[in-house]
């Protein structure tokens, strides 16, 4: 019986893992063609964490509570609660970061990604307010977690992967999610948007998912820095 459910949460979870993996891989190869793209098991996504759990394994034939109840748990994170829509919710995670204790009186700077899912969660990059060659990472579902030290690699240009949060508006993820899944209802087969995130080159904002994907066709949708329309066409 728990090997039954087991089976059950895993297909349902790596089903709702398929745009995050999708969308990570655009970020890291953006010039690659959407279509030549394919999703490939046991690749990272977004969320070690969560793709790790993918190759949980056993070596008898039956699977833990503990198993089973780590696999429920990251599938019910990952459902979609309106987040990205929900202009209220997405401004008030925003004054939240902006009132944490270690950045009283500075300016917050955002590092390479930040990631906006459905269920309510962002992942951030900061530059650390003490140490400006330093980064640490955020996580928030409600509130914002402490940081976390990421490493850097000494090669690493820093300074053209950051922006200033005064100039960039989580509001605007409800803007971008709103065209897209206006544009997506009319794509036949196009997936549920689970995930809005943005990265940082050259101290620029490049908005994703940039493609649309259906059944038989595929567009392209660039969204300009406050999160408004930039391009939409048929590839």
Known sequence: MKQSIFVIICVAFILSCKQISQSVKETINPNDSVINKRTKDNE???????????????????????????????????????????????????????KLPQYAGKEIFLYATVHFFDN???????????????????????????PTPEPQSVNNNIQSQLISLNTFSFSNVAR???????????????????LVFITIRNNQI????????????????????????KSYKQE
């Open 44 to 98: 990272p996504g977004t969320l070690g964490e969560y793709t790790s759990i993918t190759k949980t394994t056993s070596s008898s034939n039956t699977t833990s509570t503990t198993q089973i109840d780590t696999i429920f748990h990251t599938y019910q994170q990952l459902l979609s609660t309106g987040f990205l829509t929900n202009t209220k919710k997405l401004e008030q995670a925003e004054m939240a970061l902006r």
């Open 120 to 146: 309510g969660l962002i992942l951030a990059k900061l530059q650390n307010p003490h140490n400006p060659k330093y980064v640490d990472a955020y996580r928030y579902i409600g509130s914002w977690s402490g």
């Open 176 to 194: 971008v999610a709103r065209i897209y899944k206006e544009k997506a209802l009319k794509v036949e087969g196009a997936a549920p948007l689970s």
């Open 206 to 229: 490049n908005w994703f998912p940039n493609y649309i994907t259906g059944d038989r066709s595929m567009y392209s949708i660039g969204f300009n820095t406050d999160g408004t329309l």
